[in-house]
């Protein structure tokens, strides 16, 4: 299987704790998304790389997360200090770009909770 | 403020019935994809389609990009229970980068 993989695929942890999530793309995809998705909603983007530089962080990553890619190709991203509000899915996308769009593809997701 | 709205929210449907999903925004996209996610796992991409008035078919499912490249729609032919589903679309504006900004998705429910 040549597609995107996340591990771990589920993480349950304490308030307080800090948690990494790994995220690998397909391998010849330039561009790596990070994206939250709560109950009965869609997804919520965080942040992207183009290779290893970190393009844009949205106003929803506090100063909790941190997210890196180190040699432009697998991504981590940290929480620190979980919060019971930090219990979602954490999705990763990777795209290489066709055309006149970047074509997101999806891992099966780290299902996060706090308790 | 959702960008994006789809209707319904929910949809419960006999198989073999057709249905229509819209998703609409004030907003233009560059290009906009539609998802079908499944409970515990991560959307997988359908269709992309970049062009106002743009129509795509896969199979049952029809795909529409508005002219003004603001809206667009999901119709379904012959529905089945295989179909059922979050469904899921999602625009990208040229000026934001690649981000995908997604609607609140439909849950698409197919009796048999």
Not at chain 2, 18 to 34: A, E, G, H, I
Not at chain 2, 74 to 90: E, F, R, S, V
């Amino acid at each position: 299987d040549t597609g995107v993989s996340q591990d771990p695929r589920h993480k349950i942890t304490k308030r307080g704790q800090n948690v990494t999530f790994r995220c690998d793309p397909i391998s010849e995809h330039n561009r790596l998304y990070w994206y939250r998705q709560t109950l009965g909603q869609g997804p919520e983007f965080l942040t992207y790389f183009q290779n290893e530089a970190q393009l844009e962080k949205s106003r929803l990553l506090s100063d909790r997360f941190s997210a890196e890619r180190p040699k432009g190709s697998f991504s981590t991203l940290e929480i620190q200090r979980t919060e019971q509000g930090d219990s979602a899915m954490y999705l990763c996308a990777s795209s290489l770009r066709t055309g006149y769009s970047y074509e997101q593809y999806f891992g099966p997701g780290t299902r996060l909770t706090v308790t | 403020t959702q960008l994006l709205e789809q209707s319904p929210q929910f949809l419960s449907i006999q198989e073999g019935e057709n249905l229509t999903v819209y998703c609409n925004s004030s907003s233009v996209f560059s290009s906009l994809q539609w998802y079908r996610q499944e409970p515990g796992e991560g959307p997988v991409l359908l269709v992309t389609v970049v062009t106002g008035g743009e129509v795509k078919k896969l199979k049952r499912l029809t795909f529409q990009f508005g002219d003004a490249r603001k809206d667009s729609s999901l119709h379904i032919t012959a529905a089945q229970p295989g179909d059922t589903g979050l469904y899921l679309c999602a625009g990208a504006r040229e000026t934001s980068g690649s981000r995908l900004t997604f609607g609140e998705g439909t849950q698409l429910t197919v009796n048999p």
